[in-house]
Nanobody, 123 residues
Framework: QVQLVESGGGLVQPGGSLRLSCVAS????????IAWFRQAPGKEREGVSCISSTDGSTYNADSVKGRFTISRDNAKNTVYLQMNSLRPEDTAVYYCAARGVICSGHISEYDYWGQGTQVTVSS
């Protein structure tokens, strides 16, 4: 059974850090581009970061550049999202998603999705 499971969310104060994990089962992450999306209440789901399968190229939304870092550990079949200098506007449910090889900003082009993990940034 193909599955993506996110973890690592929680409540953090502004300026704090969290590391999200996305673990795959039923398939090998090596061959997939993996992206993180997020959705805040009342807003559309938006792309945050992505890492490609081919050469490990990474892409980040302007809103998170310099603060978030995406990485992958193929041996653990896991992708991480390190989030630093968190802001209240980063509050959202964060989802990881997989598609073939190359990153895309289009939600509809992702084949597999996790269930999401809540990140709340508040004092």
């Amino acid at each position: 059974q193909v599955q993506l499971v996110e973890s690592g969310g929680g409540l953090v104060q502004p300026g704090g850090s969290l590391r999200l994990s996305c673990v795959a089962s039923g398939f090998t992450l090596d061959y997939y581009a993996i992206a993180w999306f997020r959705q805040a209440p009342g807003k559309e789901r938006e792309g945050v970061s992505c890492i490609s399968s081919t050469d490990g190229s990474t892409y980040n939304a302007d809103s998170v550049k310099g603060r978030f870092t995406i990485s992958r550990d193929n041996a653990k079949n896991t992708v991480y999202l390190q989030m630093n200098s968190l802001r209240p506007e980063d509050t959202a449910v964060y989802y990881c998603a997989a598609r073939g090889v190359i990153c895309s900003g289009h939600i509809s082009e992702y084949d597999y999705w996790g269930q999401g993990t809540q990140v709340t940034v508040s004092s």
